[in-house]
């Protein structure tokens, strides 16, 4: 069973950038396709970013495509989100998904805030 552990979040500053970390077990991690998730406080999970295995071919929702930059490091098994010019409708749990596997990690709470 794929494990997925996040890292990086805490409470920023508007106008600050965090860079949320996700290391996966998987032993093919280069195989599988990896997504982030946020869930705003009351509000349901939903998609931020997608990156693809192989090509790393990138997808963005569309409130996601001017401030965050999903990415991957094969080699390390780990998956990224840069998030930058942070505002205080960001603050969420943000969560790593391993779509290929259907995993979830267990979140990483963002706060923006002065």
């Known amino acids: 069973q794929v494990q997925l552990v996040e890292s990086g979040g805490g409470l920023v500053q508007p106008g600050g950038s965090l860079r949320l970390s996700c290391a996966s077990s998987?032993?093919?991690?280069?195989?599988?396709?990896m997504g982030w998730y946020r869930q705003l406080p009351g509000k349901q999970r939903d998609l931020v970013a997608k990156?693809?295995?192989?090509?790393?071919?990138?997808m963005y929702e569309d409130f996601a495509k001017d401030r965050f930059i999903i990415s991957r490091d094969d080699a390390k098994k780990m998956t990224y989100l840069q998030i930058n010019n942070l505002k205080p409708e960001d603050t969420a749990v943000y969560y790593c998904?391993?779509?290929?596997?259907?995993?979830w990690g267990q979140g990483t709470q963002v706060t923006v805030s002065s």
């Open positions: 998904r391993d779509l290929t596997n259907s995993v």
């Open positions: 998987a032993t093919d991690f280069s195989s599988y396709s």
């Open positions: 990156i693809y295995n192989r090509d790393g071919h990138t």
